[in-house]
């Protein structure tokens, strides 16, 4: 091999190691269940002018929500009480409330639960 000739190979395989350094880090951060994305995010800002409508709609008519959050006991979770009422603090006949919970440390992981009246 002639002098200097491993120069070239060298560079080679610093550049490849920083490549797959990269890769790696890059699968290492997008497999994080902490890290998450809004979904439909693009949807969402569209239709951010229907949303401020539909509460000031609701808050026209009176409806009110209250949620309260009871712990079971250290460690097993909590029960979660919704109410629905209207301007006269009377339950809303029929309705039915979605809720998107979510624990921060596993924002990709959200968990949806309709609710509806008497379910407990």
């Not at 919704?82 to 596993?106: E, K, M, T, W, Y």
Request: charge should be negative; include cysteine; glycine fraction near 10%.
């Amino acid at each position: 091999m002639k002098r200097g000739a491993g120069w070239p190979l060298a560079v080679a395989v610093i550049l490849g190691a920083t490549v797959a350094g990269n890769v790696w880090l890059i699968r290492l951060a997008g497999a994080d269940p902490s890290f998450a994305v809004e979904e439909d995010y693009y949807r969402k800002g569209v239709r951010w002018d229907e949303e401020l409508a539909q509460r000031a709609h609701n808050e026209a008519l009176g409806w009110r929500v209250r949620a309260t959050l009871s712990p079971i006991e250290p460690g097993r979770g909590a029960d979660l009480l919704v109410a629905l009422d209207d301007s006269a603090v009377a339950p809303i006949a029929d309705a039915s409330i979605v809720v998107c919970a979510l624990h921060v440390g596993r924002a990709a992981h959200p968990v949806d639960v309709t609710l509806r009246p008497g379910d407990a």
